[in-house]
């Protein structure tokens, strides 16, 4: 159809979309004497309030086919997964479906109880409800494993350039702060100075 600008109540935009359903819930949209089932498209929120500031809503069909995102949750303990130090990681939070809007689901559950370390769960694996078909890559990991354990490693500190390690005698004629040198940094015999240096008085 063609696009048409709609106003509505946050209120009662808020109290349709508390449903199971949320986002995906089949609202009736009243404009003028018409009405049409629709669905929410897209929300735009102000960044710092959080308040819809816009919606986009999208006429649907009752008996067609669309694709929608439905939340993916996971449920049970993977006690394999935790007795390893592992952590059973969702990679995404959502997939799509295609159903009619009286078949759309509120909830895609992955059970992983019985995952092990090397488990992963794909696209392919997630069981659907009747009259409901998964959308992507049946190949798409949408759960999987990770590890926890961290393994100690010994660290010895190297020795910086020039200092003494712990235990060994300083090198002769270097102590208290002493020059290594052999003329331990005295004038010449006789008093004489260094090349190039004025005798001292």
Not at 32 to 50: F, L, S
Not at 84 to 91: E, K, M, R, W
Not at 143 to 158: G, N, S
Request: hydrophobic share 45%; no cysteine.
């Amino acid at each position: 159809m063609t696009p048409t600008a709609v106003t509505v109540d946050r209120k009662d935009l808020r109290v349709a979309l508390s449903g199971p359903a949320g986002l995906n819930t089949v609202l009736e949209l009243h404009v003028g004497n018409e009405t049409y089932p629709a669905i929410v498209k897209e929300v735009q929120r102000d960044p710092v309030k959080r308040i819809v500031r816009h919606i986009d809503f999208l006429q649907i069909s009752l008996t067609e086919l669309i694709t929608v995102h439905v939340p993916l949750h996971v449920k049970g303990i993977a006690k394999a997964v935790l007795a390893d130090g592992g952590l059973v990681d969702p990679v995404v939070n959502s997939v799509d479906v295609r159903a009619t809007a009286a078949n759309i689901p509120n909830e895609i559950i992955v059970d992983v109880t019985n995952m092990t370390m090397d488990s992963v769960v794909r696209l392919g694996d997630l069981q659907m409800p009747a009259g409901v078909s998964i959308v992507g890559d049946p190949e798409f990991v949408v759960v999987t494993v990770v590890t926890t354990k961290i393994e100690e490693v010994a660290v010895v500190a190297a020795p910086v350039e020039g200092e003494v390690a712990d235990g060994a005698a300083p090198a002769e004629g270097a102590a208290d702060g002493a020059p290594a040198d052999g003329d331990g940094g005295k004038p010449a015999a006789g008093g004489k100075p260094a090349a190039g240096g004025k005798p001292t008085k």
